[in-house]
């Protein structure tokens, strides 16, 4: 029991975890009681997810106990947490993709009549289960997982665990592929959940969830816990307890009007079968940022000027040249990068070491250069002061990737995209889970490549990041840019604009 004579669900006391050459997590100990959002925050590194995999059964703790409701127990398998009503919403689902939902959250433990499996019963307790968050008429139980959007699938995700009879839900970094709309979603299914007394830890690098979700905050840092709240505290005390000291200039000054240089990039009429009467200008020195929602066809226009899949009519014009790229390959050539927000799809080797893996890319882009172009700064010392300035967290630049945290994988692909120091680059979600000290640091560094003369291309669904980052904001609705804002714009007249809604008056 705790000071308030609730017993907590989960209470994890003193635990300890090491690595070869980390201490991931030293002396943790932290509660959760029912009915409770906990959000667990830190930098890239803190040692969140270890927590999480240990609470889970995935590793065993050096040292420490878990408690569930107040008797200690041990996991050596993910298996044994379930059953003990703990569910734990990964950030790569587990749904099988092309069963359908109620087949999904089934899965395993199918109700079966004299033998046979009784679809009518799965699909009824479906509905049940989603029903009890507010979800029925939003998700169809015999939909196929893979026609579903990320936030829906997420919502069969959660619909799982209760269907599982989770005590405790943990969610790792839920919001980091959904949309603003679709934020709001899961935060009401939050709400739901704790109104029905289920205990939720949450993790994120968003500020505005922890205060917009959490009963209590636990700060992270370098694997221990630098701060505990019982309360919702001011983002700016949750920051100083993450990085130990304030963040003044969160983000780099917008451009001035002398560092705008020469137009760089020009579409006009581009159209394909996903975007269509697409014109702008970028120019050097410049970051021109995309806000939409999910499908409006800013990723769409950033492949069709990056040749994956190119526009069929129109015309593009880079450094005054028309050019007409059909592949990756010769936009690279040309001098366009792209950093796609997808870490997995980004091929990071995940067996190769962090400095390898900011070398690949610079490799490859070398050997499509004649040679007397080569790249000198595709040498080792300046990854190696890229990946500084980065602040990746590795024990050593020889380290695997893969064992590096989520954010710091994310970081080394960023500094292996500006080794190759192109004309234009195009971010898409370039801070998906990146910690806020992290955050500062690449929009600095974007600041920093277009005063270098690069044009930058931010693709954003994070929009205070996209109004405080970019120095114009396209808004695409519907394969179409829409609008067009200065700094300056609010959030509101963004969504007015990326959803097409007219303001209706109170
Ligand atoms: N399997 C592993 N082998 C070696 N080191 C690991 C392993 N898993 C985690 N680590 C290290 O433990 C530390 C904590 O990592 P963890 O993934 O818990 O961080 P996190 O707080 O979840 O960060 P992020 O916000 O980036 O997801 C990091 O230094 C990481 O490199
Ligand atoms: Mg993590």
């Known amino acids: 029991m705790n000071k308030n004579g609730v017993t907590p669900v989960i209470e994890m006391r003193g635990i300890s975890k090491s690595f070869p050459g980390v201490r991931a997590l030293n002396d943790v100990s932290f509660a959760v009681e029912p009915g409770e959002v906990h959000a667990l925050v830190g930098e890239n590194g803190a040692g969140k997810s270890t927590l999480i995999k240990i609470l889970s059964g995935v590793y065993q703790p050096d040292a420490g106990q878990i408690l569930l409701n107040g008797a200690t127990k041990s996991f050596t398998h993910p298996v044994q947490s379930l059953k003990g009503g703990i569910s734990v919403i990964y950030q790569e689902f587990s749904l099988l993709p092309e069963r359908t939902v109620a087949q999904n959250i089934f899965l395993g433990r199918e109700p079966t009549r004299r033998g046979i499996i009784d679809y009518a019963a799965m699909r009824a307790e479906t509905r049940r289960v989603l029903d009890l968050f507010g979800a029925g008429t939003r998700v169809d139980p015999n939909a196929i997982v893979a026609d579903l959007d990320v936030a829906t699938q997420q919502m069969v995700e959660i619909a799982k665990a ?135 066809g800013r990723v769409a226009l950033a492949m069709a000027l990056f040749g994956e899949h190119p526009f069929t009519s129109g015309k593009v ?7 007409a790229f059909t592949n990756p390959r010769d936009a690279i050539q040309a001098g366009i990068g792209l950093l796609p927000g997808d870490r997995k799809g980004e091929g990071l080797v995940l067996m190769q070491s962090v400095r390898d893996n900011g070398m690949l890319t610079a490799r490859a882009f070398d050997t499509l250069l004649s040679s007397h172009k080569a790249n000198q700064y595709a040498d080792l010392a300046s990854m190696d002061s890229l990946l500084d300035a980065m602040e990746v967290k590795a024990s050593s630049y020889d380290q695997d990737i893969g064992n590096l945290s989520g954010g710091n994988q994310q970081k080394a692909i960023v500094a292996r995209w500006l080794a190759l120091k192109p004309k234009v680059l195009i971010f898409i979600e370039p801070t998906r889970g990146i910690d806020v000290n992290a955050k500062a640091g690449i929009y600095h560094l974007m600041r920093d490549l277009a005063r270098g003369g690069a044009a930058v291309m931010m693709i954003s669904s994070d929009l205070p990041e996209v109004i405080g980052a970019a120095d114009r904001i396209l808004v695409m609705r519907a394969g179409t840019i829409v609008d067009e804002f200065t700094h300056g714009a609010t959030e509101h007249d963004i969504m007015l604009a990326a959803t097409g809604e007219t303001e209706v008056a109170a």
Do not use: W
């Open 162 to 296: 209760i269907s599982l009879n989770a005590k405790v839900v943990v969610m790792d970094e839920p919001t980091a592929a959904l949309n603003e709309a679709e934020c709001e979603v899961l935060f009401e299914t939050v709400d739901r959940l704790r109104e029905r007394g289920t205990a939720i830890i949450y993790i994120t690098h968003r500020m505005r969830e922890v205060t917009r979700l959490a009963n209590r905050v636990t700060v992270l840092k370098d694997g221990e816990v630098a701060a505990q709240f019982d309360h919702v505290p001011k983002p700016g005390d949750i920051v100083r307890a993450m990085v130990g000291r304030d963040i003044a200039d969160f983000y780099a000054p917008f451009a001035t009007e002398n560092e705008i240089g020469a137009k760089v990039l020009s579409v006009r009429n581009g159209q394909n079968d996903r975007v269509s009467n697409i014109n702008f200008d970028l120019s050097a020195g410049e970051i021109l940022g995309f806000a939409g929602i999910q499908g409006a």
């Open 317 to 323: 014009r880079l450094n005054g040249k028309t050019v």
